[in-house]
T-cell receptor, first 114, second 109 residues
Framework: NAGVTQTPKFQVLKTGQSMTLQCAQD?????MSWYRQDPGMGLRLIHY???????DQGEVPNGYNVSRSTTEDFPLRLLSAAPSQTSVYFC?????????????FGSGTQLSVL | RKEVEQDPGPFNVPEGATVAFNCTYS??????FFWYRQDCRKEPKLLMS???SGNEDGRFTAQLNRASQYISLLIRDSKLSDSATYLC??????????FGTGTRLQVFP
């Protein structure tokens, strides 16, 4: 019973490098989202998707891209990493096509950008 | 004004105490409200939804005050295992869930 799986758990990047954080869920959830969590800032919504082929921006989308080609996967791409993107990233999903359902979170990715 | 605001705490309470947290939200059109719990270095997990009439789950009671735009969480008979950060979550507009910064609770023996 995997739930929401995020990889990698830890990552160190140099400024300017690109990478993709992977997120997969096996619960056939329509809604998926990415958050970042910084001390004193709480979780902030980066991007979200209400179904395959549909994505939209959250509170802090700049510097990140997403796509949703399948129901299961919702990767987050950092185009050119910056130190300000050092954070803990959480992927979350829920059953419904909107945000009114219980969110299931992955275990997080700790990203450091040097 | 932040869209969702919480007192960061920490709230330090002895075992057996009753403690309450409030969370204010800015958008009067918000429809859905939740409390999540987050343990140190772990992912958030849903504690309970908050319904208009108020709801209870064991030692936990959640209430919504639409007129004053806040929700509350009351924990009775606190346990050591209740020590965590409690996150207030509000959906401001359709499809966007916004998290508060969290209130840290520390229960001591």
């Amino acid at each position: 019973n995997a739930g929401v799986t995020q990889t990698p758990k830890f990552q160190v990047l140099k400024t300017g490098q690109s990478m993709t954080l992977q997120c997969a869920q096996d619960m056939n959830h329509e809604y998926m989202s990415w958050y970042r969590q910084d001390p004193g800032m709480g979780l902030r919504l980066i991007h979200y998707s209400v179904g395959a082929g549909i994505t939209d921006q959250g509170e802090v989308p700049n510097g990140y891209n997403v796509s949703r080609s399948t129901t299961e996967d919702f990767p987050l791409r950092l185009l050119s990493a910056a130190p300000s993107q050092t954070s803990v990233y959480f992927c979350a999903s829920s059953y419904g096509g909107d945000s009114n359902e219980k969110l299931f979170f992955g275990s997080g990715t700790q990203l450091s950008v040097l | 004004r932040k869209e969702v605001e919480q007192d960061p705490g920490p709230f330090n309470v002895p075992e057996g105490a009753t403690v309450a947290f409030n969370c204010t939200y800015s958008n009067s059109a918000s429809q859905s409200f939740f409390w999540y719990r987050q343990d140190c270095r772990k992912e958030p997990k849903l504690l309970m939804s908050v319904y208009s009439s108020g709801n209870e789950d064991g030692r936990f009671t959640a209430q919504l005050n639409r007129a004053s735009q806040y929700i509350s969480l009351l924990i009775r008979d606190s346990k050591l295992s209740d020590s965590a950060t409690y996150l207030c979550v509000v959906n401001l507009v359709t499809d966007k869930l916004i998290f508060g910064t969290g209130t840290r609770l520390q229960v001591f023996p």
